[in-house]
């Protein structure tokens, strides 16, 4: 239910070349040196294969990332007359020679409109360096919580109530983080231009579209919105781990569905599906006017989890219906549901009178699918599709399934209520509410000042060469170090 971004890479860039700084003249080259170990950290983890490898080296990459913004912000507030928001530190004199153009590898852009074989497109300024180390620490901030919250869910053991919220709620802090990041891209006047300063090809880069930033930013807000209902929703956990071969409670007691506040959790699911449809809406018009276009992946995604957050709240209007006694409603809104996840929703005269090549056909169906299942649990196994990548769309309609088959039945032996059409309930679905509310512009952090005075000192001899190694084996596939190694040490120091 976490969107697990692809990576960008990006080559070598000497701050020594390009400025020098009168107070501060070892600040350059301590730039120099953290954006280099940012650059090796990416590179290694690109190479890795994906799954637990990759996941384990996020912590990495996150540290990597939080060493060099200081430096990149410092310089950056010191060449800009918009000052960016963080904490205040001493004044920093910085002259530069010549504009940096630091080119990065973007990961949003739709393929027909940029090729791996292509080089990476050129940005000017140090502005467009920071946007994308901006949005790269965004996009780690998400893939961890998108591994914090399948490696606890899907685990091979199924997890402590414990363990569960503990997990939800360091996702939710990471991808409230990730959404305050956006912000600051989508809003701050010094990023306003930043996507259209590519050197080479104009608008080709729209993951730094202010309009892509603001409708990731919004993504972030949906998936925290749900993950805070995830939480709390029995029957979504005990629909994983019916699924879970390994899972052996079930020999003991069934799992408990304690009664749940559904009218409140309906209504933030509501929440979260408008924050995924102006998600959706956001992405699809940056390729508009003949520009670069988002990856269609990342829409699909987003506007499935759309659907599945208004199917979660029609499913909790049934629950809320069903405790109040009125089974026959909560029938109606589990179908309303099923129709907004897109699943197929039969008659019930129809189910009733189902004989001969119907039922069979209804059992190959059936069977169909959970050979699918088996298929995807054994790519998630080899590291090729990680679970719950398809928004929770699967887990939701299992669970609408599941209530609807025990609805069904109770009120054919027991209530006999009559079932409303579901049309009419939809139409009349309250506004959504929100549980956490919206985050600022994120605050960068200043460097601190033990390293302000250490890079007062002149710096040391130049440890990076003109030509730093050449990234073609990079976008060839083709490497020289093995996946889990950093590149051996040669004439030219790591650092």
Same mark, same amino acid.
């Given at each position: 239910?976490?969107?697990?971004?692809?990576?960008?890479?990006?080559?070598?860039?000497?701050?020594?070349?390009?400025?020098?700084?009168?107070t501060?003249?070892?600040?350059?080259q301590?730039?120099s040196?953290?954006?280099?170990? !940012?650059?090796?950290?990416?590179?290694?983890?690109?190479?890795?294969?994906?799954?637990?490898?990759?996941?384990?080296?996020?912590?990495?990459?996150?540290?990597?990332l939080?060493?060099y913004?200081?430096?990149l912000?410092?310089?950056?507030?010191?060449?800009?007359s918009?000052?960016?928001?963080?904490?205040?530190?001493?004044?920093?004199?910085?002259?530069?020679?010549?504009?940096?153009?630091p080119s990065?590898?973007?990961?949003?852009?739709?393929?027909?409109?940029?090729? !791996?074989?292509?080089?990476?497109?050129? $940005?000017?300024?140090?502005?467009?360096? !920071?946007?994308?180390?901006?949005?790269?620490?965004?996009?780690?901030?998400?893939?961890?919580?998108?591994?914090?919250i399948?490696?606890?869910?899907?685990?091979?053991?199924?997890?402590?109530?414990?363990?569960?919220?503990?997990a939800?709620t360091?996702?939710?802090?990471?991808l409230?983080?990730?959404?305050?990041?956006?912000?600051? !891209?989508?809003?701050?006047?010094v990023f306003?231009?930043?996507?259209?300063?590519?050197?080479?090809?104009?608008?080709?880069v729209?993951?730094?579209?202010?309009?892509?930033?603001?409708?990731?930013?919004s993504?972030?807000?949906?998936?925290?919105?749900?993950l805070?209902?995830?939480?709390?929703?029995?029957?979504?956990?005990?629909?994983?781990?019916?699924?879970?071969?390994?899972?052996?409670?079930w020999?003991?007691?069934?799992?408990?569905?304690?009664?749940?506040?559904?009218?409140?959790?309906?209504?933030?699911?509501?929440?979260?599906?408008?924050?995924?449809?102006?998600?959706?809406a956001?992405?699809?018009?940056v $390729?508009?006017? $003949?520009?670069?276009?988002?990856?269609?992946d990342?829409?699909?995604?987003?506007?499935?989890?759309?659907?599945?957050?208004?199917?979660?709240?029609?499913?909790?209007?049934?629950?809320?219906?069903?405790?109040?006694?009125?089974?026959?409603?909560?029938?109606?809104?589990l179908?309303?549901?099923k129709g907004?996840?897109?699943v197929r929703?039969e008659?019930?005269?129809?189910?009733?009178?189902?004989?001969?090549?119907?039922r069979?056909?209804?059992?190959w169906?059936?069977?169909?699918e959970?050979?699918?299942m088996?298929?995807d649990?054994?790519?998630?196994?080899?590291?090729?599709?990680?679970?719950? &990548?398809?928004?929770?769309?699967?887990?939701?309609?299992?669970?609408i399934?599941?209530?609807?088959?025990?609805?069904?039945?109770?009120?054919?032996?027991?209530?006999?209520?009559?079932i409303?059409?579901?049309?009419?309930?939809?139409?009349?679905?309250?506004?959504?509410?929100?549980?956490?509310?919206?985050?600022?512009?994120?605050?960068?952090?200043?460097?601190?000042?033990?390293?302000?005075?250490?890079?007062?000192?002149p710096?040391?001899e &130049?440890?990076? $060469?003109?030509?730093?190694?050449?990234?073609s084996?990079?976008?060839?596939?083709l490497?020289r170090?093995t996946?889990?190694?950093?590149?051996e040490?040669?004439?030219?120091?790591?650092?």
């Open positions: 239910m976490v969107y697990a971004f692809a990576l960008p890479t990006t080559s070598h860039l000497s701050f020594q070349t390009h400025l020098t700084s009168t501060h003249p070892s600040l350059p301590a730039a040196t953290a954006r280099h170990a !940012l650059r090796i950290a990416l590179k290694t983890h690109k190479r890795l294969p994906r799954g637990p490898q990759q996941d384990a080296h996020l912590s990495t990459l996150l540290t990597t939080t060493d913004l200081p430096y912000t410092a310089i950056t507030n010191s060449l800009t918009t000052r960016l928001p963080e904490t205040p530190s001493e004044e920093i004199e910085i002259a530069l020679h010549s504009e940096p153009e990065w590898r973007p990961t949003l852009t739709s393929s027909a409109s940029l090729s !791996l074989k292509q080089p990476r497109p050129k $940005g000017l300024g140090l502005e467009y360096e !920071l946007a994308f180390v901006l949005t790269t620490y965004a996009y780690v901030l998400s893939k961890i919580a998108h591994s914090t399948t490696r606890t869910l899907y685990a091979p053991t199924t997890p402590t109530a414990e363990a569960r919220t503990a939800i360091t996702a939710t802090k990471h409230l983080q990730a959404s305050a990041i956006h912000s600051l !891209l989508a809003t701050s006047p306003a231009h930043v996507s259209r300063s590519v050197s080479s090809t104009p608008g080709i729209p993951d730094l579209d202010p309009a892509a930033q603001a409708a990731l930013a993504l972030a807000l949906a998936e925290a919105t749900l805070a209902v995830l939480k709390d929703d029995s029957y979504v956990s005990a629909c994983i781990q019916a699924r879970n071969p390994n899972d052996k409670e020999m003991v007691r069934a799992p408990e569905i304690p009664k749940v506040r559904a009218h409140l959790f309906a209504r933030l699911c509501i929440r979260a599906a408008e924050y995924a449809e102006q998600a959706a956001g992405l699809g018009a $390729g508009a006017q $003949g520009r670069a276009g988002v990856d269609e990342l829409i699909k995604y987003v506007r499935v989890l759309g659907r599945v957050a208004r199917a979660r709240a029609c499913r909790f209007f049934g629950v809320d219906a069903e405790l109040a006694g009125k089974i026959g409603e909560g029938i109606a809104w179908r309303a549901a907004a996840l897109g929703v008659k019930q005269e129809t189910e009733a009178k189902s004989r001969g090549f119907s069979l056909k209804q059992g169906m059936e069977r169909r959970e050979r699918k088996e298929k649990a054994g790519r998630m196994e080899k590291g090729e599709l990680g679970p719950g &990548d398809n928004a929770g769309r699967e887990e939701e309609g299992r669970v399934e599941m209530l609807e088959t025990k609805w069904v039945r109770m009120n054919d032996t027991i209530n006999t209520q009559l409303p059409p579901s049309a009419d309930l939809v139409t009349n679905l309250p506004s959504g509410r929100d549980i956490h509310s919206a985050p600022g512009a994120y605050r960068l952090q200043a460097l601190d000042e033990e390293e302000l005075v250490r890079m007062r000192a710096p040391m &130049d440890e990076f $060469g003109p030509g730093s190694d050449d990234d084996e990079e976008e060839s596939g490497t170090d996946p889990s190694t950093v590149p040490r040669t004439d030219s120091a790591y650092y």
